[in-house]
């Protein structure tokens, strides 16, 4: 769907065995850092975390806190990305301004860019609001809301042209500009972005961030996130 995506710029290396020793030292008698020649490699360390703490939902997440990854986020709607800011409990973010980044509200106004490399508008089709009424998004009105975004880019251009500042004329351009932005987190504040967000009431556009969000998970720490498919996904259950 769309352009939206989601690439890993850093992760802890072997994320399956650092939370496996954090999970060991909370029962060892040893200093676990004299016995990491005897650690599991990634792959039975993924397992053991999913036998001995995932199971059963036993809880004691902490161990899941340990790792981290950062990843940048490109293409969604600002009004996705707030929904994911409201959530900062383990996560950060750094998010692309629209007071530094004007020029390609600028380039659609002069035919630079294509409307839809700035703007989303979502897909035309059937679509349920949340009373449950059906309506119908169709092609000629998808063609005048991408006509509206021109002209309010050409707006924007005239306000700049006439001495706005950049923070006072994006209040003229429409809401789901599009908008990049760094997410850093560890593997627990992870599922708990997807626990809340990879819902069926959902807004559609963060379903789709999950989906992505998953993978980037599923390539990082793949038992647990194979745990985490088979057990949490898509069941709205409360963060771990």
């Known amino acids: 769907m769309d352009k939206f995506k989601i690439e890993t710029i850093a992760a802890t290396p072997n994320p399956q ?27 039975r360390a993924g ?3 999913v036998k001995h703490l995932l199971a059963g939902d036993r809880g004691h997440y902490g161990c899941l806190e340990h790792p981290q990854i950062t990843l940048n986020v490109g293409y969604f709607p600002h009004s996705m990305m707030q929904q994911l800011r409201t959530h900062r409990v383990g996560v950060s973010f750094d998010v692309q301004s629209f007071r530094y980044t004007g020029q390609r ?3 659609v106004a002069t035919g630079k860019r294509k409307i839809e490399d700035v703007f989303y508008l979502r897909p035309t089709g059937k ?25 309010a880019c050409q707006h924007y251009q005239k306000r700049l042209e006439e001495g706005l500042a950049e ?71 409360l963060s771990p």
């Not at 679509?127 to 002209?151: I, N, P, V």
């Open 127 to 151: 679509y349920t609001d949340r009373q449950g009424k059906h309506y119908q998004y169709t092609e000629a009105q998808r063609s005048q809301d991408l006509d509206c975004c021109l002209q």
């Open 167 to 237: 923070e006072h004329a994006r209040g003229l351009i429409p809401f789901d500009a599009r908008q990049h932005f760094v997410l850093s987190c560890n593997a627990r504040s992870l599922m708990h972005l997807l626990d809340l967000r990879w819902k069926k009431d959902a807004q559609l556009e963060a379903q789709k961030f999950c989906e992505l969000l998953y993978l980037r998970f599923e390539e990082w720490c793949p038992a647990i996130a194979q745990w985490y498919k088979e057990n949490r996904a898509k069941k709205a259950k």
């Open 47 to 49: 397992e053991l975390i």
């Open 105 to 107: 509200i600028i380039d």
């Open 17 to 43: 065995q650092v939370i496996w020793a954090a999970m060991h030292q909370d029962y060892s008698e040893d200093f676990v850092w004299d016995r990491r020649d005897k650690f599991p490699d990634e792959s």
